[in-house]
């Protein structure tokens, strides 16, 4: 399983774009990328997946380099809401287990 | 709102006791994967169950075991508990279809303290 490395924590004034970017050096072909996003006492939220270039939703957009060993995600006009832990992972789409590591902690200021 | 729940929202027992957590997966959903979160931890694999059968193990010694009922609900069961077993117990649900999973999406938890 591809191991990833994301910064611990990040702050942010609300109504800035806030970018969050994950390396995983070691992502096999057939690896998603995959953010989650976690409140305290909650189960993990999905956010974005992503296999290659760029993909956009309601919520976020993910960029991945051609190379695949890194991707970034990126929260548009982040609100105080926005505060939470956020996890990248690499997996075969949900098929082999999820490998949680510690995750980046965004803190959204006024 | 992902459509899975669980059950009991918290719970606290003492040590050595038994325990069981449930989880609805989400409709249409015919796995589910458990996950133990320790405070300030990222969650950690326990077990899959797909089809009522187990389908893949984390490192948990076998006194964390569990079932997938034909509605493809599931327990978590945890026997002799330890203080350490103290955390958020997570369960996600999937689909598997044709050799592709898609993506987990999880439960609210269950917080289990240990006394």
């Known amino acids: 399983l591809a191991k990833t490395t994301q910064p611990i924590s990040m702050d942010s004034y609300e109504g800035q774009e806030v970018n969050i970017t994950c390396s995983h050096n070691?992502?096999?072909?057939?690896?998603?990328i995959t953010w989650y996003q976690q409140f305290p006492s909650q189960g993990p939220r999905f956010i974005i997946q992503?296999?290659?270039t760029k993909v956009t939703n309601e919520v976020a957009s993910l960029f991945i380099p051609a190379d695949r060993k890194s991707s970034t995600l990126s929260l548009p006009r982040v609100s105080l809401s926005d505060t939470a832990v956020y996890y990248c992972?690499?997996?075969?789409?949900?098929?082999?287990?999820?490998?949680f590591g510690k995750g980046t902690r965004l803190s959204v200021i006024a | 709102e992902t459509g899975v729940t669980q059950s009991p929202t918290h719970l606290i027992k003492t040590r050595g006791q038994q325990v069981t957590l449930r989880c609805s997966s989400q409709?249409?959903?015919?796995?589910v994967s458990w996950y133990q979160q320790a405070l300030g931890q990222g969650p950690q694999f326990i077990f899959q169950?797909?089809?009522?059968?187990?389908?893949g193990r984390g490192n948990f010694p076998p006194r964390f075991s569990g079932l997938q009922f034909p509605n493809y609900s599931s327990e978590l069961n945890v026997n002799a508990l330890e203080l350490d077993d103290s955390a958020l117990y997570l369960c996600?649900?999937?689909?598997?279809?044709?050799?592709?999973?898609?993506?987990?999406?999880f439960g609210p938890g269950t917080r289990l303290t240990v006394l």
């Open positions: 992503g296999y290659k």
């Open positions: 992972l690499v997996a075969l789409s949900g098929n082999t287990p999820l490998v």
């Open positions: 070691n992502i096999a072909t057939n690896d998603y």
């Open positions: 409709s249409g959903h015919n796995t």
């Open positions: 996600a649900s999937s689909l598997i279809d044709q050799g592709r999973t898609d993506t987990q999406y």
């Open positions: 169950y797909y089809r009522e059968e187990e389908n």
